[in-house]
């Protein structure tokens, strides 16, 4: 079983917004990603981006704490799984240093 986690904000709000291109994401769900030049915002563009600001980004937020202490122990795994291998790795080099120094 793969795990697949993820905390980009829009998606977090609205998980149909996975794989939508960022305009795509702006015309189904509001601003998410607002284009700020040369294009100028509307009046209803203004009120949804307010909207965002109030309502979505702070729930987008919580949940993307909520699936960061939910990906924790995964990442402290990785994380020791990376250093092991680095001193492995390590290990390994003074190794060979050792047979080419018994070598000459």
Known sequence: MILRFGTELSILWNDENQGRS????????????PKCWPHSTSNIEQEEIQHLITTKLPVAESRRKDRMDEMKPY??????LQREQLLMNARNEMNVIKDKRNEL
């Open 75 to 80: 990442l402290q795994q990785i994380g020791k």
């Open 22 to 33: 960022l305009d795509a994401v702006g015309i189904h769900d509001g601003p998410w990603y």
